[in-house]
C-alpha cells in the first residue's frame, strides 16, 4: 500500500500515512492528526467571557464557543423570564374563591386545593344517616349507591355502604338478588332497576316477557324480549366475578345465535332516566 505525506492539522508536523487511509479522511471531511497528543490538543474547548443578556442580571459567566448562541444567559431562570416576558402565556381568569377558605382559584373550580374540597366533603355519621332516612321517606325505598350524592363521604364513615344502611335502621341486601320487587304489571323482578324497566315498558303498552330461556342447553335467561329482541340490564357488570363470567355466557351465546340485544346499565337509570333514549330507538 502506498504511502504518502500528510500535514498535522494541530501543529503543522508533516508524517507519513498510507495514501487509503489519507483520502479516507480527506473524503469525510475528518481531521489529521500527527499523534495522541495534538488530537487531545485540538479537542480543547475555547471558552469566552459573556454577560447575561438580562438587563435585572448582568452576570458574567464563561462559554464554550461552539455553545454561544444570538441570545445567551448566566441560567435558564434568566431565560425563562426574559422569554416569558416577551411572550407571555394566557393566564385563567380568576373568577371565584374557594368556599372553603377564602383564597382565589381558576375558573370552574369551587375549591383551591383537593385538600379543601375533601374537608368540605367530610359529612358527621349523623348527616349521612339523616340523609338515608330522608330518601327513605321520600321515596318508599333504600337509596341506590349510584344515586346517594355523598356516596363517598358515606365509605370513609361507615367503612361500607351497608354498615351505613344498618345504622339508619334498614335491613341491606346480603346476597345478590335477594330481595324481589314486583312490578305494576305484577312481574316478579330481580332488583329495584328491573322493577323500573319493567314499569317503563308497562306504562307505554309495550308487549314483553320476564325470564324467557335463551336458545340452547345452557339454561341461561333474558331478563325481559321484547319482540325480537332480548332485553339484558347488566347491573352488577365489573363488581362480581360471578356476574362478569354469567355475562361474558350470555353476549357469546348471543353473538353465536345471531340474537338482537339491548344492553341496559345503572347510568341508564341513575341518577336520571335515560330509558327513552335506550329504548325509544328500537321499540
Excluded at 500528510?6 to 475528518?30: P, Q
Excluded at 481531521?31 to 443578556?53: A, F, N
Excluded at 330522608?134 to 351497608?162: D, I, M, Q
Excluded at 336458545?215 to 339484558?232: A, I, Q, S
Aim: proline share 4%; net charge positive.
Amino acid at each position: 500500500m502506498p504511502v504518502v505525506f500528510t500535514s498535522c492539522s494541530k501543529c503543522d508536523k508533516e508524517f507519513a500515512r498510507d495514501s487509503d487511509w489519507v483520502e479516507e479522511n480527506k473524503r469525510l471531511g475528518y481531521k489529521i492528526y500527527c499523534s495522541l497528543e495534538c488530537m487531545r490538543g485540538c479537542k480543547d474547548v475555547e471558552t469566552k467571557t459573556l454577560t447575561c443578556e438580562r438587563v435585572d442580571c448582568n452576570n458574567i459567566f464563561l462559554r464554550s464557543s461552539k455553545e454561544i448562541s444570538p441570545h445567551n444567559y448566566c441560567s435558564r431562570s434568566c431565560s425563562a423570564i426574559v422569554n416569558n416576558t416577551k411572550f407571555p402565556k394566557h393566564k385563567r381568569a380568576v373568577l371565584k374563591y374557594c368556599l372553603l377558605c377564602g383564597k382565589a382559584c381558576h375558573a370552574g373550580k369551587m375549591f383551591c386545593s383537593p385538600a379543601c374540597k375533601n374537608k368540605n366533603q367530610t359529612t358527621s355519621k349523623y348527616e349521612l344517616v339523616d340523609q338515608i332516612k330522608t330518601f327513605y321517606r321520600k321515596h318508599k325505598r333504600l337509596p341506590l349507591k349510584a344515586e346517594f350524592r355523598n356516596y363517598s363521604s358515606v365509605r370513609r364513615a361507615f367503612g361500607t355502604w351497608n354498615k351505613a344502611i344498618v345504622v339508619a335502621g334498614f335491613k341491606p341486601n346480603p346476597v345478590m338478588f335477594a330481595n324481589k320487587h314486583i312490578a305494576l304489571d305484577g312481574h316478579k323482578c330481580d332488583s329495584l332497576a328491573e322493577r323500573i324497566i319493567d314499569d317503563w315498558l308497562f306504562r307505554r303498552k309495550i308487549a314483553h316477557q320476564r325470564g324467557v330461556p335463551y336458545p340452547g342447553r345452557l339454561g341461561l335467561k333474558t331478563d325481559f324480549l321484547v319482540g325480537d329482541y332480548w332485553v339484558e340490564f347488566f347491573g352488577l357488570s365489573g363488581e362480581l366475578r360471578r356476574y362478569d363470567q354469567l355475562k361474558k355466557k350470555k353476549l357469546a351465546l348471543i353473538k353465536r345465535r345471531g340474537l338482537k340485544l339491548i344492553e341496559i346499565y345503572p347510568k341508564h337509570l341513575f341518577p336520571k332516566g335515560k330509558l327513552e333514549e335506550v329504548l325509544g330507538k328500537y321499540l
